[in-house]
Structures are given as structure tokens and as C-alpha cells.
């Protein structure tokens, strides 16, 4: 079986602060910040709404796309998550299914 990786994009209850990170395993990764197990900036700032995700098949790719975004105006954050989800839903229950 082919391990898949993500880059995910969280936001806060009203979107005002964006979080972008990498895991191999997304729902997993979600639930922690959810649940407040990873202390620092999403639990500091209530970061917890899944708005945005990207399948890689290896973590090498995964990596550079999550430096070179977190690189980008936020701006081109907001444009990229109203692309693909312009409600700004928790894909949360989705990535659960």
C-alpha cells in the first residue's frame, strides 16, 4: 500500500488566521488540532478548521509545496481555498468518511 501525504490549510472560527502544515496522515493530524494536542500557534489562536488539502505520493514533494506556500501573500492562500471550497467548510467530516 502507497503511503499518500498532505498539505493542509486550517483556519480559525471567523478566517481571520491560517495555519499550513504536512502529514501523512490527515484525519489523524486534524483531530490533534482540534483537540488542542499540539500545543503552540493553532492552539494559541484556535486554529482548527481543515478549508483546504493536497494529496502527494511522497513526502519530498509534500514538503516543498507546504515551505514554498507558506512563502505566499495570504492573498494567494485565500484565492487558492475559495478555488476549491468557497463556503470555507470544515473538510474535516470528509477526510473522515
Not at 52 to 73: C, G, H, T
Request: proline share 2%; with cysteine; glycine share 2%.
Amino acid at each position: 500500500m502507497k503511503k499518500s501525504f498532505y498539505v493542509y490549510i486550517l483556519s480559525s472560527t471567523h478566517n481571520r488566521v491560517l495555519y499550513i502544515g504536512v502529514t501523512s496522515d490527515l484525519p489523524k493530524r486534524v483531530w490533534e488540532h482540534k483537540n488542542r494536542v499540539i500545543k503552540g500557534f493553532t492552539e494559541k489562536y484556535n486554529v482548527d478548521r481543515l478549508v483546504y488539502y493536497e494529496v502527494y505520493n511522497d513526502s519530498e514533494s509534500a514538503i516543498k509545496r507546504e515551505r514554498n506556500m507558506k512563502e505566499w501573500k495570504r492573498d494567494w492562500k485565500v484565492q487558492l481555498i475559495e478555488k476549491e471550497n468557497p463556503e470555507w467548510q470544515d473538510l474535516y467530516k470528509t477526510i473522515c468518511a
